[in-house]
């Protein structure tokens, strides 16, 4: 069964700095493309960053700069590193996995069930 499982959500004020955690199941870790997506209240769903097995990044303008994407392939982990937090950054973030990038960019890999980053003024 493919599970992802996020954690590290919370509240923090603007300027400070979380990391969230996504534990895949190993069937999917190895080979897949892993990533996070958020979305705000009212929002469309906005992809923030991936990684590849390769460890090739890739990063939404909005967060180039403050957030850095990592995967530990003995945990079966990949992480998120949200730094220099800003309001609009608040949302739900959801990990995902999916075994090409054309499967992952159209919402059609796997999902985590999304924690929340919610960034105080």
């Known amino acids: 069964q493919v599970q992802l499982v996020e954690s590290g959500g919370g509240l923090v004020q603007a300027g400070g700095s979380l990391r969230l955690s996504c534990a895949a199941s190993?069937?999917?870790?190895?080979?897949?493309?892993m990533g996070w997506y958020r979305q705000a209240p009212g929002k469309q769903r906005e992809l923030v960053a991936t990684?590849?097995?390769?460890?090739?990044?890739n990063y939404a303008d909005s967060v180039k700069g403050r957030f850095a994407i990592s995967r530990d392939n003995a945990k079966n982990t990949v992480y998120l590193q949200l730094n220099s937090l800003k309001p609009e950054d608040t949302a739900v973030y959801y990990c995902?996995?999916?075994?090409?990038?054309?499967?992952?960019?159209?919402?059609?890999?796997?999902w985590g069930q999304g924690t929340q980053v919610t960034v105080s003024s």
């Open positions: 995902s996995a999916a075994d090409s990038y054309l499967l992952f960019s159209t919402f059609r890999g796997y």
């Open positions: 190993r069937s999917i870790f190895s080979n897949s493309i």
């Open positions: 990684i590849t097995s390769g460890n090739s990044t």
